[in-house]
């Protein structure tokens, strides 16, 4: 799973030296056009004009670009920007293919007390995993009720957002999009757009292009 998981960072439009960070995952092994797509949040990549991806563990960045958006249900799609001239990169993608994670699209397989795990990049980090429960599998989403949402208490912060919900099967439960904190305090819980949300706004991004 590790292996699956990257951080994304994003250069504004409006300023060259300040720099957004979140977590994305690998998706899929190939595309129709040959590249790896990676699956985020649109409020990660809202503005940005650039794009890096870091696999864990990895000094080396890809280049990305975005090729879909989804902005109900806040979710995006990257693809690796490696064009012929980056020689380099090329013979490592053919030494070590990157790897893909599957997701869950069945929502019946996905139920409360389930366990999960959060992975990604919070708060500037390489790589961090929290481990929690699903608490709530029928959330709706904050800008459309039709968008499913898990409700879990695997912890959060600030550059989880886009990194994937995991179950003990290694499949991509939901993708984690915001946490709930109240102006009185830390609640714990975080939610996650559901599975089968996730696979049919890929369809849709994927359709659009």
Do not use: C
Not at 90 to 103: A, K
Request: glycine share 10%; hydrophobic share 45%.
């Amino acid at each position: 799973v590790k292996r699956g998981i990257v951080r994304i960072e994003t250069t504004p439009r409006f300023s060259a030296t300040e720099k957004g960070t979140g977590s994305g995952v690998i998706f899929e092994k190939e595309a129709s056009w040959g590249a790896a797509l990676i699956l985020t949040n649109y409020h990660v990549i809202h503005q940005g004009a650039t794009f890096r991806v870091w696999q864990a563990g990895k000094l080396a960045y890809y280049p990305a670009i975005v090729v879909g958006i989804d902005p109900l249900a806040d979710l995006a799609l990257l693809q690796l920007a490696i064009t012929n001239d980056m020689k380099k990169m090329m013979e490592l993608l053919q030494r070590d293919p990157l790897p893909w994670l599957e997701i869950e699209k069945d929502p019946d397989k996905i139920q409360v007390g389930d366990e999960v795990w959060a992975f990604g990049h919070p708060l500037g980090q390489q790589f961090i995993v929290t481990k929690g429960i699903i608490n709530r599998v029928e959330l709706p989403g904050p800008l459309s009720p039709f968008v499913n949402m898990i409700m879990h208490d695997a912890i959060l912060n600030s550059g989880s957002s886009g990194g994937p919900l995991v179950n003990k099967e290694n499949k991509v439960v939901g993708v984690n999009t915001f946490i709930f904190s109240p102006r009185n305090g830390y609640t714990g819980l975080g939610a996650a757009t559901r599975g089968d949300t996730v696979f049919k706004s890929i369809g849709m991004m994927l359709a659009s292009q």
